[in-house]
């Protein structure tokens, strides 16, 4: 007789979903030749001092010529009621000098709002301060803030889903004596798929 002794299973299945924070950024011009734009990065959590979320690479323009901004990292400034920055900044021809300064060269384009206190709730918030430089060469530079337009930061939640399927799977398996117990050639083995996994029989090769 065959045993199969199982003290635990536990499996994770596809349905299950875990939070995520959207931060959304838009800059409405009202002015000047630099045009509106938004943009949006997702992250995990509520992001801190000093990393740099993942984003898709966005364009900023005045018309004619387009910088695309691929870097970024967020900072804070002192201790007592401090200014927070998201910094945002081309590959070549802008620098960060953290934790909230910046540098420009010709065809580098940086820009950042700041904020009093790191955002750690959901909601609309606009900085009180926000300025950014866009140089098309060495004797052109365009800038925007707040007397060309506004900017705006949302920060939401959103539902992502966990992997489906089999692909999170945590099996435990404990016997009050041997996990598994072979007999007469034959032992049961647990079948990894995407249905509720049954027990197969599989036929030890005889000699």
């Known amino acids: 007789m065959i045993k199969l002794r199982i003290s635990f299973l536990a499996l994770a299945l596809g349905s299950a979903c875990q939070a995520a924070v959207i931060y959304d950024f838009s800059y409405t011009a009202t002015s000047g030749p630099i045009q509106s734009f938004s943009f949006a990065f997702t992250a995990p959590t509520f992001v801190t001092d000093g990393t740099s979320p993942i984003f898709a690479p966005f364009t900023v323009t005045n018309g004619t010529a387009v910088w695309t901004m691929t870097r970024d990292l967020v900072g804070v400034s002192g201790i007592i009621d401090p200014d927070v920055c998201f910094l ?13 300064g ?24 606009v900085p009180y301060f926000f300025t950014g430089a866009f140089n098309a060469s060495p004797t052109t530079e365009d800038r925007i803030g707040a007397n060309t337009g506004t900017f705006s930061l949302v920060i939401s939640e959103v539902s992502v889903p966990e992997p489906s399927g089999m692909s999170v799977v945590l099996i435990g398996l404990l016997a009050l004596g041997s996990g598994l117990m072979f007999k007469s050639g034959r032992t049961y083995l647990l079948a990894f798929a995407d249905e509720p996994f049954p027990l197969r029989q599989k036929q030890a090769r005889r000699n």
């Open 88 to 100: 945002f900044a081309t590959t070549t021809g802008a620098g960060f000098i953290p934790p909230c």
């Open 102 to 125: 910046t540098s420009i060269s010709p065809n580098g384009g940086v820009f950042y709002p700041l904020f009093r206190g790191l955002p750690v709730a959901l909601g609309t918030y």
